[in-house]
């Protein structure tokens, strides 16, 4: 990406224009967030109701007293409302506390310490481990492969999905123990994974005999219009092709209901979920039993979710068309930048000049905006084009937003034309 037909003057001539622009917004003493999908106070308080349950009543359906000890698997009626969500039978899933990336930290080093139920050995008796990182991708899920030294391969993310053909590839690698994968309006780009590559990577053959696909479907039922995606039946599809123990689903309701005080889901085979449930069983007596009942019968049903996702939209598509239309004003006649249209999620992805994206973020950080690093969406913090920026744009207000991303924007502009005048 370069600009198109301006001459160098008309490239000097923009880049004094951008940067008066840009002191203009520093003289507002802007302290703005952009850092990570957080949902706003507005969003949150569509929640408000938890506060007031579940009341004098704390028993669950079964006459559980929510209030003691036990139940690893979680309250049925709660599981009951996101097992379809989750495309598993209720049995098949397990209901835990607030963080659904707990679940996946303690999958990861349970395979580390004991090995999985088809593994040989732990995982972390082999020489070494390896991960399919899809890229761009969730910078979370890096963080946590790289703290216990698992070695990390970034693989292309396409509009359907990862580049199955580089996965075939990377899999005949008996050191390649699993990947990493966000299903349904993924973190950064909004990809969705189709039924046929998720079908195609059930069907794998691989060289580990005990390969995991980790698959994070923190945003199943997020989306921006009224059509609403569903995600691949990736259970369904593993079990079909021979492989039930391949896939392991978590979900949550941080961007559901209260952000820190949610309720996390796990779903797999049965043998993965009593393998879980069996080394779970000596960190934990049992997950907040309360809590879970207050969310079960807050939503009341899969419909009760949808219901109340449907009124997160009405707040989050107006700011993500907001961030849109910015973009394509002040960047789409230059050819500086590319950015997704997602119809789902938490992010907008923006692909910068090549080599550009770390100046922008210092650009924008000393006008006052914070973003996430450049970089983060890959493993290690290393992109190799140095171009891909991650917008979160739920936490602002639409006021706080409209400015963010005009500094964005502007800061992108400066970037591009200082390159530019320097080849």
Same mark, same amino acid.
């Given at each position: 990406m370069s600009f198109e037909n301006q001459t160098r003057d008309q490239i000097q001539t923009l880049l004094?224009?951008?940067?008066?622009? *840009?002191?203009?917004?520093?003289?507002?003493? $802007? #302290?703005?967030?952009?850092?990570?999908?957080?949902?706003?106070?507005?969003? $949150?308080?569509? #929640?408000?109701? *938890?506060?007031?349950?579940?009341?004098?009543?704390?028993?669950?359906a079964d006459g559980t007293d929510t209030r003691n000890y036990g139940g690893l698997l979680g309250l049925k009626e709660l599981r009951e409302i996101f097992a379809p969500i989750l495309r598993a039978p209720v049995e098949?899933?397990?209901a835990g506390d607030n963080a659904s990336l707990a679940m996946m930290h303690d999958n990861l080093v349970f395979a580390l310490l004991h090995g999985t139920v088809d593994s040989p050995r732990p995982w972390g008796e082999e020489e070494t481990v390896k991960f399919i990182c899809p890229v761009p991708g969730y910078d979370r899920h890096f963080a946590l492969t790289e703290a216990y030294g698992i070695e990390m391969i970034p693989v292309d993310l396409h509009d359907d999905g990862p580049d199955v053909a580089a996965v075939r590839e990377l899999v005949k690698d008996p050191q390649v123990k699993g990947m990493w994968l966000v299903p349904t309006h993924g973190n950064p780009t909004g990809v969705v994974v189709s039924e046929a590559v998720a079908a195609d990577l059930a069907a794998l053959e691989t060289a580990a005999p005990d390969f995991r696909?980790?698959?994070?479907?923190?945003?199943?039922? %997020? %989306? $921006?219009?009224?059509?609403?995606?569903?995600?691949? &039946?990736?259970?369904?599809l593993c079990?079909?092709?021979? %492989?039930?123990?391949?896939?392991?689903?978590?979900?949550?309701? #941080?961007?559901?209901?209260?952000?820190?005080?949610?309720?996390?889901? *796990?779903?797999?085979?049965?043998? +993965?979920?009593?393998?879980?449930?069996? %080394?779970?069983?000596?960190?934990?007596?049992?997950? &907040?039993?309360? +809590?879970?009942l207050r969310h079960a019968r807050f939503l009341r049903d899969t419909e009760g979710v949808h219901q109340l996702m449907a009124r997160h939209r009405e707040i989050l598509a107006p700011k993500f068309a907001q961030v849109i239309s910015i973009l394509a004003d002040r960047l789409g006649g230059h050819g500086v930048a590319q950015w997704t249209e997602p119809r789902g999620g938490y992010f907008v992805s923006l692909d910068v000049v090549d080599g550009t994206a770390s100046r922008v973020i210092e650009l924008t950080r000393d006008a006052g905006v914070a973003m996430t690093p450049a970089g983060a969406a890959f493993p290690h913090g290393n992109d190799p084009r140095n171009r891909n920026i991650r917008i979160a744009p739920s936490y602002p207000t639409r006021a706080d937003l409209e400015i963010a991303i005009d500094v964005l924007a502007t800061c992108v502009l400066i970037a591009a034309a200082e390159q530019s005048l320097a080849s």
């Open positions: 004094a224009e951008q940067r008066a622009h *840009l002191e203009d917004l520093k003289g507002r003493g $802007l #302290s703005l967030d952009l850092t990570r999908g957080k949902p706003s106070a507005e969003q $949150l308080d569509l #929640s408000m109701a *938890l506060l007031d349950l579940p009341g004098e009543d704390y028993r669950a098949q899933v397990v696909i980790f698959w994070d479907n923190a945003y199943a039922v %997020h %989306h $921006l219009d009224q059509e609403e995606t569903k995600s691949a &039946d990736i259970l369904g079990a079909a092709s021979g %492989h039930p123990d391949r896939p392991i689903c978590f979900a949550s309701t #941080s961007k559901i209901t209260f952000a820190g005080s949610g309720v996390c889901f *796990l779903a797999s085979s049965p043998a +993965n979920v009593a393998w879980y449930l069996k %080394h779970l069983g000596k960190r934990t007596i049992g997950p &907040d039993k309360v +809590n879970q």
